[in-house]
């Protein structure tokens, strides 16, 4: 069964960037819906965003439009987010997530099959 791997997490300061990274262990994820979802201590895990396997069509949740970027280089079975103008609010574990029933316009976590271990992100106000 295949794996997704992330980092890139760690600490930053309010109002910087971080880069997350996603590599997935077979090259069938390249043709998968690839998602970003995060939990936050105390509460549910939310849909960050996701993009199309072709990378040229993306969704994001309302708050994350504009400060973060989902993009993939299917040549490297990776997927990144960048997040940029972070705020404490940001603070979180990060996960990467693939489906194989397409479509990045489902928020639901229940729309995606295969999952990674997390990335704690954490942000300094």
């Known amino acids: 069964q295949g794996q997704l791997v992330e980092s890139g997490g760690g600490s930053v300061a309010a109002g910087g960037s971080l880069r997350l990274s996603c590599a997935a262990s077979e090259r069938t994820f390249s043709s998968y819906v690839m998602g970003w979802f995060r939990q936050a201590p105390g509460k549910e895990r939310e849909f960050v965003g996701a993009v199309s396997w072709t990378g040229n069509t993306s969704d994001y949740a309302d708050n994350m439009k504009g400060r973060f970027t989902i993009s993939r280089d299917n040549a490297k079975n990776t997927i990144y987010l960048q997040m940029n103008s972070l705020t404490a609010e940001d603070t979180a574990v990060y996960y990467c997530?693939?489906?194989?029933?397409?479509?990045?316009?489902?928020?639901?976590?229940?729309?995606?099959?295969?999952w990674g271990q997390g990335t704690q992100v954490t942000v300094s106000s």
């Open positions: 997530a693939a489906t194989v029933k397409g479509g990045v316009y489902s928020h639901e976590r229940t729309h995606y099959d295969y």
